[in-house]
């Protein structure tokens, strides 16, 4: 069964940075794209990020474009998302998630398994 924890969050002010983890278990962490997903309170799961299986190939949703990155260490079993020049807006929690497709993807349907998140809390 997969298990993914995600770990990093917590509280920062507005133009800050964060480095969220989350340590894939289960079955082969490298042969599956990876995606981190987030939900503000009283909002719908939007999409964040996701990453080939390799690592080669990134995607962005727009609203974190050019202030978050995606990477992946396959030796560790672990995903990262960096995140600077936080915003209040930014203000979730925070889901890694592992999809069944071959290829990267936004939507959200593709991803079967799900971490329980870690929240992120941006202060103005």
């Known amino acids: 069964q997969v298990q993914l924890v995600e770990s990093g969050g917590g509280l920062v002010q507005a133009g800050g940075s964060l480095k969220l983890s989350c340590a894939a278990s289960?079955?082969?962490?490298?042969?599956?794209?990876m995606g981190w997903i987030r939900q503000a309170p009283g909002k719908e799961r939007e999409f964040v990020a996701t990453?080939?299986?390799?690592?080669?190939?990134?995607y962005y949703g727009d609203s974190v474009m050019g202030r978050f990155t995606i990477s992946r260490d396959n030796a560790k079993n672990t995903v990262y998302l960096q995140m600077n020049s936080l915003k209040p807006e930014d203000w979730a929690v925070y889901h890694c998630?592992?999809?069944?497709?071959?290829?990267?993807?936004?939507?959200?349907?593709?991803?079967?398994?799900w971490g329980q998140g870690t929240q992120v809390t941006v202060s103005s």
């Open positions: 998630a592992e999809a069944g497709v071959r290829f990267t993807t936004a939507n959200l349907s593709e991803y079967g398994y």
């Open positions: 990453i080939s299986w390799s690592g080669r190939t990134t």
């Open positions: 289960g079955r082969t962490f490298s042969s599956y794209v």
